[in-house]
């Protein structure tokens, strides 16, 4: 037999440890992955990147724990597209996914996302009827057993429990209706609105339980950002970050004033990273009353978690915490095209 030469010694030995290098680097990414703890903004109407593409709605990637979870889709599928795209997040590759509520400049992605990771777990609200779906009792409706069975709903024997169609056919829908753990740490909170224009608007807000305290991440915010606070404080009363949507579009300057002077000095809040429906007021009163902890979370930031949050910007490292007037025209002008007829109506009285 032809005996090797040093040159296929070390062609043999390059191939070996390229194969232990294979074997050892899977397990190493894993670790690295758990140790991510981070969110980043795939949809929303403000933002410095120019790869992405703005929009009235909100969506948003969380990494903790060495989950990836999905929260809200956004108002356009193929904008989510693009968006996810542009920033190389892969949305066949969640552990699930939180639906804030049912308005369509969250929802609005959900198509896209199942054509893309069908059996996807989506925690959604429970509402009667819901777009998500439904199930009620069959005690739910009086019965009337004078009447003859075709005149009867399910001739007279209708089943235990009713169940309701979903927006969605065969999508993998677990409804909630109130507070729970979906993983460790990670956890969902269920409110219920009780302001004009969305009187019992269910919404779902996710709340991380971080060694520095609690997360919070909210969609809209309808029934109230400092009730989802108060509710956060019943897991921990230490609130380290408050990210989202805070629906104060169309507030006053008192009201304003009155819930970041809450958020601040009766919840001790640490940070606020506000977007979407919070409106441009909001994110002066908020600048104004937090300071550098206060921090940018336009569309295509990332904003690192840990005991100093940091805010990094898609397309500037060193973003101002406010929006500058090219901010100020987009949110305008999506605001404007929103379907929520309170939001069309602010922008119009603001042009």
């Known amino acids: 037999m032809k005996a090797k030469s040093p040159v296929d010694y070390f062609a043999a030995l390059a191939m070996v440890l390229a194969g232990c290098a294979a074997t050892t680097l899977p397990p190493q990414a894993a670790r690295a992955d758990s140790a991510k703890a981070q969110i980043t903004v795939l949809y ?28 809200d889709t956004g108002n356009n599928g193929d904008t989510l597209a693009q968006n996810a795209k542009a920033k190389g997040i892969d949305l066949s590759k969640l552990d699930f996914v939180v639906m804030s509520h049912r308005h369509g400049d969250h929802m609005g992605g ?23 779906g439904a199930d009620l009792p069959s005690t739910f409706y009086r019965k009337d057993e004078s009447l003859p069975p075709e005149q009867r709903y399910y001739d ?15 999508a993998n829908f677990q409804l909630v209706d109130k507070n729970i753990e979906i993983a460790p740490s990670i956890h969902l909170i269920a409110l219920v609105s009780d302001k004009p224009g969305t009187l019992e608007l269910r919404e779902l807000s996710l709340a991380i339980n971080t ?25 921990n009363p230490r609130i380290h970050l408050v990210a989202g949507g805070f629906h104060l579009v169309v507030s006053k300057d008192e009201e304003i ?9 009766t919840y001790k809040v640490a ?3 506000p977007g979407h429906c919070t409106g441009e007021p909001t994110f002066a ?26 805010s990094i910007a898609e397309a500037d490292q060193n973003i101002p915490a406010t929006m500058d007037e090219d901010d100020l025209q987009s949110y305008r002008a999506l605001l404007g095209k929103s379907d929520d007829h309170e939001y069309s109506l602010l922008a119009r009285l603001a042009d």
């Open 211 to 235: 060694a520095e305290g609690m997360v919070i991440i909210v969609g809209c915010s309808h029934p109230g950002i400092e009730k989802i606070v108060e509710a956060a404080t019943k897991i």
């Open 156 to 170: 007279g024997r209708p089943p235990e429990v009713m169940r309701f169609g979903a927006a969605w056919p065969g």
């Open 271 to 273: 940070y606020v990273a």
């Open 44 to 71: 929303d109407a403000f933002g410095k990147s120019s790869s992405m593409q703005k929009d009235w709605g909100y969506a948003a990637l969380i990494e903790y724990g060495g989950k990836r979870i999905l929260f």
């Open 257 to 265: 004033e009155k819930i970041v002077t809450a958020l601040r000095d």
């Open 110 to 132: 959900v198509a896209y996302l199942l054509s893309v990771n069908p059996r996807v777990k989506i925690y959604a609200p429970k509402e009667g009827f819901g777009v998500y």
């Open 285 to 310: 009163a908020l600048k104004k009353a937090f300071g550098d902890r206060d921090l940018y979370a336009g569309l295509g930031t990332t904003l690192t978690l840990g005991a100093s949050p940091r």
